[in-house]
């Protein structure tokens, strides 16, 4: 086992901020005036609740745990010694999946990562390794965000191989179990591999020399946030280029031309820095293939709106600004082209910033806290927390001043909400909320639904 500098710390303002990385090699062959927001009830198909990563990364195809443990995993392939293919396993985990205890100076987990391909009584190859995590403080032990990256190298023949994947804490019962079908690709005269999205590049001399990468396992960059990497490698004695896109169904949204370089036995390398403020909201195709070649090798690239916020397409992306302007800068996100939807949410995105001179967007991540607070708090049994009458107000105007009403429940008796702004806006605003049929659901009556357009051509001039 490497350990690659414990916790990792990249360039300034990078969202992921450090990362902790373990790797293990192991080498196995096998055979082989404007409106205000819309703030009405949304069809069925949009009464869902927040985005779940999870249910994002399984439907595309990654190795996904649970809530409790929260991995996301993949296999990426680059060409290995002779006629061999490298496998690399790369698994990301939040801290807070693991059980930490105090061993001072510091806290301390263990996890174990167990892999077998192939058939488990003679396995093309298999892994086993406990790897070790130590934080420096309490709060570190509770991180929700990716926070540890495991790697693991394998050696295998092309073909078809199934695989076993089981990844425990030792501290608890927490862990996920996972089988899939490993595609192991042959690297043969001018192929090329799929892109690979990475936080660390350090290109290798040789087929035989190990991969030097960081991999980001997600494949998931944050829209407006720092660049991130991308690696390819080809087999070819000539010189040439890749070129390079990023496609949604089918449609180019970014191209860019990478030079290789020369290595060792016919290995060629190219690095890249990927912009994503070039790209919009989404889950996107990357297609790489060489130049004079009609066909490649692709793989995701997952832009957030926010680390925490993968989104599955654009469409799905607009949605969940609704309430972050007029209905006219929102139906012009809907509208426009896509070939210049990052530009225009980019445009839109920095205008929304209070403090452009730092890197985050401090309204944005005011706007999505309140987005997760709605939804917790003022789900009605019919609609999710954010999408009902009090949660657009909520994340639109932030939490009222001073809350009033009766919600009783009882047979006949009208449940009503009065809520009043008065020092958070600049000026007094009260709006009322009732329940007319009797079911639960708080809305809007007439003359609120319209002081708070109203209220809302103020706070979005």
């Not at 985050?360 to 987005?371: M, V």
């Amino acid at each position: 086992m490497i350990r690659l500098g414990g916790l990792l710390s990249y360039r300034e303002g990078h969202p992921w901020g450090g990362l902790f990385v373990a790797w293990l090699a192991l080498a196995a062959c096998g055979p082989s005036g404007s409106a205000g927001p819309d703030i009405s009830v949304s069809p069925l198909a949009e009464r869902e609740r927040l985005p779940n990563p999870l249910g994002v990364y399984r439907q595309l195809g990654c190795l996904v745990g649970n809530r409790r443990f929260a991995a996301v995993g993949k296999f990426v392939y680059l060409p290995g010694p002779a006629d061999s293919t490298y496998a690399l396993l790369a698994l990301s985990l939040p801290n807070n999946a693991l059980r930490f205890r105090r061993e001072p100076p510091v806290f301390l987990a263990r996890y174990q990562v167990a892999v077998v391909v192939g058939d488990s009584a003679a396995p093309a190859a298999q892994l086993k390794e406990i790897q070790d995590v130590r934080v420096r403080s309490f709060r570190e032990t509770s991180r929700r965000d990716e926070s540890l990256v495991f790697q693991g190298l394998l050696t295998l023949m092309a073909g078809e191989y199934p695989a076993r994947i089981d990844v425990r804490d030792l501290g608890s019962s927490a862990g996920f179990s996972a089988e899939t079908d490993l595609q192991v690709p042959r690297f043969g005269p001018n192929s090329i591999s799929a892109p690979i999205i990475a936080y660390r590049v350090q290109p290798r001399a040789s087929r035989a020399t190990p991969p030097s990468l960081i991999l980001n396992p997600r494949a998931t960059i944050a829209f407006a946030g720092a660049a991130s990497l991308i690696y390819l490698e080809t087999l070819s004695d000539a010189d040439s280029l890749a070129i390079l896109e990023a496609r949604e169904k089918g449609q180019v949204l970014w191209t860019d031309t990478l030079a290789f370089q020369s290595r060792e036995d016919g290995l060629r390398t190219a690095a890249a820095t990927l912009d994503p403020k070039s790209l919009p909201p989404g889950a996107l195709s990357l297609h790489a293939r060489r130049t004079g070649e009609a066909t490649g090798d692709s793989s995701t690239l997952v832009v957030a709106l926010l680390p925490d916020w993968p989104l599955a397409s654009y469409d799905e992306a607009v949605g969940y600004l609704r309430y972050a302007g007029t209905s006219e800068e929102i139906e012009a996100l809907r509208t426009v082209p896509p070939e210049d939807r990052a530009q225009v949410l980019h445009a839109f995105w920095t205008r929304k910033d209070p403090v452009q001179d730092t890197a985050e967007n401090e309204f944005f991540e005011g706007y999505f806290r309140r987005l997760q607070e709605a939804n917790d708090r003022f789900s009605d049994g019919v609609n999710a927390g954010w999408l009902t009458d009090r949660g657009a107000v909520y994340v639109t105007l932030g939490p009222p001043d001073e809350v009033s009403g009766s919600l009783d429940t009882r047979p006949g008796q009208e449940r009503s909400q009065i809520w009043l702004y008065r020092k958070s806006l600049g000026f007094e605003l009260q709006l009322v909320f009732v329940d007319r049929g009797g079911v639960g659901v708080l809305v809007l009556t007439p003359e609120s639904r319209r002081a708070f357009r109203e209220a809302v051509q103020t706070v979005y001039p």
